[in-house]
Every structure is written in C-alpha cells, then in structure tokens.
C-alpha cells in the first residue's frame, strides 16, 4: 500500500478546462507534481493561476478534462480532497478582533482535532507567534499575519498545502521570515507545497520544480536549473580597446554560437559572445581576445526571470551593462 502511495502524484492534471462564461481561464493544460515536492506555479496575470488552485482545493469545479489531487478527483471526491489540503488565500482572511490563538483554535475545532491546545501552541511557536499569540491580530504586521495564516492551514495536518502568492506585498524581512518557515515545513520531508508567484528570486530560492502557464495553457514545466540550461548558454560581453578581427577570432573559439558587436560613441567596441558553459570557456576566450586589449568583461547567465520571459514571449537578450 504504501508503495503505492509513494507513486500516486499529489497532484495530477489532464487536459483541464475551465470557463468562466465566453473567458477560458483553463484550456487544455497537463501538470504533474510528486508527493513532497516543493512546487511553484509562475505566469503573468490572467494565466489561471489562481483558478488552477480553485480547481485543485475543491472551491471551482472544472468544466472538461480531469484533475487528481493524491489519486482522487477533485471534482467527484469533495470532502475527501478538502481534509488533504491546507489553503491560503492571496488576500488575508483574518478577522482583525481576534486573536492569533482564537483563530487557530477556531480551525481546530473546525476540523474536530484532538489535542487541540497542544497543536495550536505547537503552531504558534512555529512561526514565533507565541509572545503574540493573545493580542488580535489587527495590530500584526503582514508578515505576522501571513505567517498566522500559513500554521492555520496546517493545522489539520494536510498532505498537500497550497499558497497563492505567499509574500505579495511583504517587506524584505518579513518574506525572508515566510520563507525560512516554508523551507522548514518542507525539510520535514512528507507535505507537498504548492505556490504561486510573480516573485521570480522567490521561485528560483524555493521551488524544486516550476511550471509557467500562459493564457491557460502549460508552456514550461521543469526544474528552475533545466529550464535555465534549455535557453541555450551564456552570454559573455568583452569590452575591448581595439576591436579590428576580434568577432572573427572570437567565433573561432569553441562552444561559440554568436558574437554580436556594439561601437559606442567614444569607439569603445563591446562584444556579446552567445556561449554554451561560459565559466569553462571563459579563460579560452580571454585569451582569443588578448591582443584587442579587454577593458572589462562580464559574464550574463540566463536567470528564471529570463526563461519567464522566453516562455512567455521575450527572447532572452543579454541586460545592458550596468
Ligand atoms: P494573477 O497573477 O493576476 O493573480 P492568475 O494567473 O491567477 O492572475 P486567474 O485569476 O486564474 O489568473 O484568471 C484567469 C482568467 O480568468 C482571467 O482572464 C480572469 O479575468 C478570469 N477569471 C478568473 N476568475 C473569474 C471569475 N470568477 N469570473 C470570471 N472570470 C474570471
């Protein structure tokens, strides 16, 4: 049995579609995610994101196609879907009057939990709410207030827990507070977290696997250092004192695919060498380029932000120099 288990995805989705009325929010998409996986979810606004979570927590039913969550259909088997999952929401769902421990306790009982005094301090300690935990939370600042939200949706024990833009609008502190909870949560090895964002640094610093979505469809899905790697290599800008035959020297080198050359107004030439691996073929070109005189050289490796851009419709270029 438990072999088993450990196969069954937790989550699975075939060519889902869902509609709002004449907007296709959904069309057609495919999605796997294993059970303990740190998942993130990325795409501009109106890709489905959001409806996608709906869909998968039970809240939107699916209006074709099929979506599992731990082997059971979302849209056939409610309630038995809703105890495996813990939700939070993009905008805060908290009542300003009570406290951090009323509200905890309130989903204990909800859930029917034994032991419920226990779970809640556990889950107050766990995000550093217990010197706060009698105060009501309209004093909290939001990363209190996000981190409240994240131990109620997990207080019931769920195998999988989704977050819709866990840190949108937190200050540099706070989200990096929310994060070391969620890497925490996730070292424990056995819940499945599954999010989305717009925040590329929070996908690329979280998530084992993403997937992009655009316009209801899957347009990547791997993990953030394939998909970087697929974009096809590096770029290295030489600038040179003297430029005359370098683009050709330069092509001769291995692993090169492209030398762009740019003149500035004072005659500085820069070079942009499209390479594959450009940390090993980095001395090679140095070397190729020694007679033009290398005033400076920057090494551009394709980040999430670029392959984010790539899917959905801007090639990667090379930034200009800072
Ligand atoms: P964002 O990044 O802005 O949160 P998203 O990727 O989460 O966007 P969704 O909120 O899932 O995108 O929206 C997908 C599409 O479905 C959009 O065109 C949106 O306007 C539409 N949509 C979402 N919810 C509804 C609804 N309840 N009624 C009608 N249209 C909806």
């Not at 929010?25 to 994101?49: I, T």
């Not at 469809?217 to 040179?240: F, H, M, N, Q, Y």
């Not at 030439?269 to 001395?283: E, K, W, Y």
Request: aromatic share 4%; charged share 30%.
């Amino acid at each position: 049995m438990s072999a088993i288990r450990e196969r069954t995805p937790a989550i699975e989705v075939c060519d889902l579609h869902k509609r709002y009325g004449a907007v296709e929010a959904l069309r057609g998409l495919d999605l796997e995610v294993p059970q303990g996986a740190f998942f993130g979810l990325l795409g501009p606004n109106g890709a489905g994101k959001t409806t996608l979570i709906s869909v998968l927590a039970t809240l939107a039913r699916p209006s074709a196609g099929r979506a599992r969550l731990l082997g059971r259909d979302v849209a056939a088997e409610r309630a038995a879907v809703r105890r495996d999952i813990g939700i939070v929401f993009q905008e805060t769902a908290l009542d300003p009057a009570l406290t951090a421990r009323e509200h905890l306790d309130l989903h204990a009982r909800l859930y029917h939990l034994e032991d419920r005094r226990r779970r809640v301090a556990e889950s107050l300690a766990l995000v550093g709410l217990d010197a706060d935990a009698d105060r009501p939370v309209r004093g909290f600042s939001g990363g209190m207030k996000r981190g409240l939200e994240i131990v109620r949706g997990l207080l019931h024990r769920p195998r999988v827990l989704f977050l819709d833009e866990p840190t949108l609008g937190l200050d540099v502190a706070a989200r990096a507070a929310i994060w070391r909870h969620l890497r925490q949560l996730h070292a424990r090895g056995d819940l499945t977290i599954f999010l989305t964002t717009h925040s590329m640094e929070e996908a690329d610093s979280l998530c084992e696997r993403i997937a992009i979505l655009d316009g209801g469809r899957r347009v990547a899905a791997d993990t953030p250092s394939a998909l970087k790697r697929a974009l096809g290599g590096d770029v290295v800008v030489l600038t040179l004192a003297r430029a005359d035959g370098a683009d050709l020297r330069l092509r001769g080198v291995e692993g090169v695919s492209r030398v762009r050359r740019e003149t500035d107004r004072d005659g500085t030439t820069r070079l942009q060498v499209a390479v594959s691996d450009g940390p090993r073929r980095l001395p090679a070109l140095l070397d190729a380029a020694r007679s033009f005189e290398v005033l400076e050289v920057t090494l551009q490796r394709p980040t999430l932000e670029h392959v984010f851009l790539h899917h959905t419709g801007h090639p990667f270029e090379p930034a200009e120099p800072r």
